[in-house]
């Protein structure tokens, strides 16, 4: 089976060699993913602006694999303050309102100080066969 990938210019990614996302078939996986680039991590420090970013950087991957976020399936979510989980789940919700992936979201620790979300999605391809 044919596997296609996607990657950004995450120091992280090469760092750890791993890609943002892979298909393979007609699944997505997308890797957790924070509010950074080429620079590393972006310069905001509000949780739900970082979740709305992310979901850019997730959208943007699935995109360039042939999918959509209407695919998405499945989300997980890690906050690096459960205090964060509200406005996180709020920007999670307005993206997914009429998709509602089963998700999970729990705290942990995140690889730098300034990442306070990271988020991992699975989206399946609609129509989508083998590649």
Same mark, same amino acid.
């Given at each position: 089976?044919?596997v ?7 120091? =992280? ?8 996302a892979?298909? @393979?078939?007609?699944? +997505?996986? $997308? /890797? ?6 080429a ?8 949780a739900?602006?970082?979740?709305? /970013?992310?979901?850019?950087? +997730?959208?943007?991957?699935?995109? @360039?694999?042939?999918? @959509?976020?209407?695919?998405? $399936?499945?989300?997980?979510?890690? $906050?690096? %303050? +459960?205090?964060? =989980? ?11 309102? %009429? +998709? ?8 942990a ?7 306070? $979300?990271?988020?991992?999605?699975e989206? &399946? &391809? ?6």
């Open positions: 089976m044919s296609l990938q996607h990657s950004t210019d995450s120091p =992280w990614e090469a760092v750890g060699g791993y890609s943002r892979v298909r @393979s078939g007609n699944r +997505i996986y $997308v /890797a957790g993913t924070t509010a950074s680039g620079d590393g991590a972006l310069d905001l420090d509000d739900g602006e970082q979740a709305r /970013a992310i979901l850019n950087i +997730i959208k943007n991957a699935i995109e @360039s694999l042939g999918g @959509s976020m209407s695919g998405v $399936v499945r989300t997980r979510i890690y $906050v690096s %303050d +459960i205090a964060h =989980w509200e406005k996180v789940a709020r920007v999670h919700g307005e993206v997914f309102a %009429d +998709i509602r992936p089963a998700c999970t979201l729990v705290e620790r995140l690889v730098d100080d300034s990442l306070l $979300v990271e988020i991992e999605a989206a &399946v &391809v609609e129509g989508g066969d083998a590649l």
